[in-house]
């Protein structure tokens, strides 16, 4: 980071949060009362990470904004860290939701609409066969235990900073020299995950041909781009390269689309021409209803069935009775068919260049050697540059005291981004039109921090 005055930051930081207080008195009083029953104050302890000294409270949502205790009106461009990526309540999913809710929400028994269903899910994704789960997680975990059976290998890949939800086998670090560490932040771990996962770094084919020909890998499991760590985009042929390894070395391909299904109709397998064994997709898939899948070919499936029938009688380890639920396939269903569309997508995406284009216009006139990294529906204001080849130039480039006073800047303006990194989020509601007052809310910013 360079021309940031770190007094003015600070100064800026406390300016900000009197303003918010003042601003927001019920989300204030409404904070308070939280705190009384909840742990850290919040339903889910994720969400004290807002940069906000008392938690905003959403009052409702809708399409692209939402409306907070206090009655402030905002743009979201985070859109529930994804989940909320098509809007929040679209219109045909809401009516999905209210008309099931009065006709069973879960029976432990396939919906009447659950063949038409996979039938939109093997025409998006094109993959014939599907499962559903509760979230991403889940269907990572379970994706993890079917390779594993079916190849008979003990070991998995992911790439340092990767992010596929709370699986064991890929909350780990990299050192500096490539080991595997078990993530040291992790609450009540007590075994050594490097047992069962090795981590490289993305983008580095040479690494991963290293991992690979030890022959004890049953799968790769890795996001199109990482995403978590700020936005790291695959390097030109680096997909393709990784999925000839895979093929070589007898490893299973597994893309988490959980977040770069933001690519395009299909997510970033069909943008790309892929072909993974097994693809998972989460948060967004329902349209913010709890609810993920993964699919996977025939090949696949007849060796799941093989698997399964060769293990004896009791619980695999795979599924939970909520999955599939009569409330998920209506959302699923009125999702898939009228919501994640070719044309709701074409106009994401056009909005989406003009606000990145808008955004690096910014950049440019303020003279930073600040980025713009953008996948799709998806993009990332990051302090380096260029964007990151890897989770460890990503990491170098972050600025926690920077990226904190920015999202409460924005909020106090306003304008909504995720609280974890600078990642921004257009739905099929926002226009090119948004650019403007965002572009403006971090001009003032930079402005007030430059030596």
């Known amino acids: 980071m360079t021309k940031v005055d770190r007094q003015a930051l600070a100064a800026l930081r406390e300016r900000e949060a009197a303003r918010f207080l003042a601003t927001h008195p019920r989300s204030a009083a409404l904070a308070a009362e939280d705190a009384q029953h909840f742990l850290f104050g919040v339903p889910l302890h994720w969400m004290r990470d807002w940069p906000t000294p008392a938690v905003l409270h959403v009052e409702r949502a809708q399409g692209h904004r939402l409306w907070c205790a206090d009655g402030h009106e905002y743009l979201d461009f985070c859109l529930g860290d994804t989940g909320a990526m098509f809007g929040h309540s679209p219109a045909p999913v809401a009516r999905a939701i209210a008309g099931q809710a009065a006709h069973g929400l879960t029976a432990m028994?396939?919906?009447?609409?659950?063949?038409?269903?996979?039938?939109?899910?093997?025409?998006?994704?094109?993959?014939?066969?599907?499962?559903?789960?509760?979230?991403?997680?889940?269907?990572?975990?379970?994706?993890?235990?079917?390779?594993?059976?079916?190849?008979h290998r003990p070991r998995v890949l992911v790439f340092d900073g990767c992010y596929h939800g709370t699986v064991d086998d890929t909350l780990v670090d990299m050192d500096a020299q490539q080991r595997t560490l078990t993530r040291a932040s992790l609450l009540g771990q007590v075994h050594d995950l490097a047992l069962g996962t090795v981590v490289v770094p993305f983008n580095d084919i040479a690494a991963l041909e290293r991992a690979l020909a030890r022959g004890d890998v049953a799968c790769v499991l890795t996001e199109p781009a990482l995403t978590n760590c700020g936005l790291v985009p695959p390097l030109p042929g680096f997909l393709a390269q990784l999925q000839r390894a895979c093929r070589a070395h007898g490893t299973l391909l597994v893309l988490d689309e959980t977040h770069t299904v933001s690519s395009g109709w299909g997510g970033h397998a069909r943008v790309e021409g892929l072909e993974p064994d097994f693809m998972v997709i989460g948060k967004a898939i329902a349209g913010g209803l709890p609810c993920a899948v993964y699919g996977?070919?025939?090949?696949?499936?007849?060796?799941?069935?093989?698997?399964?029938?060769?293990?004896?009688?009791?619980?695999?380890?795979?599924?939970?009775?909520?999955?599939?639920?009569?409330?998920?396939?209506?959302?699923?269903?009125?999702?898939?068919?009228?919501?994640?569309?070719?044309?709701?997508?074409?106009?994401?995406?056009a909005n989406a260049a003009a606000i990145e284009a808008r955004l690096r216009e910014t950049l440019r006139q303020a003279g930073l050697p600040w980025s713009v990294t953008r996948l799709g529906a998806r993009m990332e204001l990051q302090f380096c540059a260029s964007p990151p080849r890897d989770a460890a130039q990503a990491r170098a480039a972050m600025d926690d005291e920077v990226e904190r006073a920015l999202h409460l800047w924005l909020l106090n303006r306003g304008i909504v981004i995720t609280p974890f990194h600078n990642m921004l989020l257009v739905s099929p509601h926002t226009q090119a039109a948004a650019a403007e007052p965002l572009a403006q809310a971090l001009a003032g910013f930079i402005a007030e921090l430059r030596t």
Not at 315 to 341: D, K, Q, R, Y
Request: aromatic share 6%.
């Open 109 to 151: 028994l396939p919906s009447t609409l659950t063949a038409e269903v996979g039938r939109r899910l093997a025409q998006c994704f094109r993959l014939p066969r599907w499962q559903i789960t509760l979230s991403a997680s889940d269907a990572n975990r379970f994706v993890l235990r079917w390779a594993r059976a079916i190849t």
């Open 296 to 349: 996977f070919g025939e090949t696949m499936n007849e060796r799941m069935e093989a698997a399964k029938r060769a293990a004896p009688d009791g619980h695999s380890g795979i599924g939970t009775t909520l999955a599939a639920n009569l409330l998920a396939i209506a959302a699923l269903h009125a999702n898939l068919g009228e919501v994640m569309t070719p044309a709701n997508y074409e106009r994401m995406l």
